[in-house]
């Protein structure tokens, strides 16, 4: 199952309520995001997700847009040799 790609339609018939529904959505935009800000492959893959999952246009680019705000005050902060619990706390940052 690893290997090949499973349906999105059939994988989200398996998500009985809306909040599993929209779970599901936020942890593939977290997973997205998890490298910086999505590319062209991944808001294409989270467009077909979200239309699978029965979550309105609005509320997926809500989500989407939040979560790239994210990864992109993530970059700033790393490029700016903040990142990590260093730069609230004063100790050495986690991350370089």
Known sequence: MLLAKPDLAQVAAGLQSDGAR??????AVGVCDADGVQGPAERDFLQK???ALGIG???????SS???AIAEAV??????????AGAATG??????
């Open 91 to 96: 100790s050495r940052p986690l991350l370089r």
């Open 49 to 51: 997700l979200a239309a």
């Open 57 to 63: 246009s609005a509320a997926a680019a809500a989500t």
């Open 75 to 84: 970059e700033r902060s790393r490029r700016a040799g903040r990142c990590g």
């Open 66 to 68: 939040q979560a790239d």
């Open 22 to 27: 929209q779970l599901a959505y936020e942890m």
